[in-house]
Nanobody, 123 residues
Framework: VQLQAYGGGLVQAGGFLRLSCAAS????????IGWFRQAPGKGREAISC????????YYADSVKGRFTISSDNAKNTVHLQMNSLKPADTAVYYC?????????????????WGQGTQVTVSS
């Protein structure tokens, strides 16, 4: 099983980035893929999730209206489009997979994790 998160980088406030999470080694359509982030000195924050089987999406209040999660089922990849970025969005972003989107923000219930990609938003 492998989850590979990529697409991070350095961007100015107000800018955008698109993160991607490429999955392999499990039946993609049976899972939900979540995105989390962790800023220096802070705990891990759940920011979004998509249920692949029914395309339901979930967002934390902190990113609602700015971030959009989507899936490309042909490529077993989930994207996180991040617009109107703020310095407060600076963090390492991780993707993770679990069998259901129920309680999607509970990090301890995810089965697989990717390695993280750094997002830095300058003011």
């Amino acid at each position: 099983v492998q989850l590979q998160a990529y697409g991070g980088g350095l961007v100015q406030a107000g800018g955008f980035l698109r993160l991607s999470c490429a999955a392999s080694g499990f039946t993609f359509r049976d899972y939900a893929i979540g995105w989390f982030r962790q800023a220096p000195g802070k705990g891990r924050e759940a920011i979004s999730c998509i249920s692949i089987k029914d395309d339901r999406t979930y967002y934390a209040d902190s990113v609602k209206g700015r971030f959009t999660i989507s899936s490309d089922n042909a490529k077993n990849t989930v994207h996180l489009q991040m617009n109107s970025l703020k310095p407060a969005d600076t963090a390492v972003y991780y993707c993770a997979a679990r069998r259901t989107a129920l309680r999607w923000s509970t990090s301890g219930e995810y089965d697989y994790w990717g390695q993280g990609t750094q997002v830095t938003v300058s003011s």
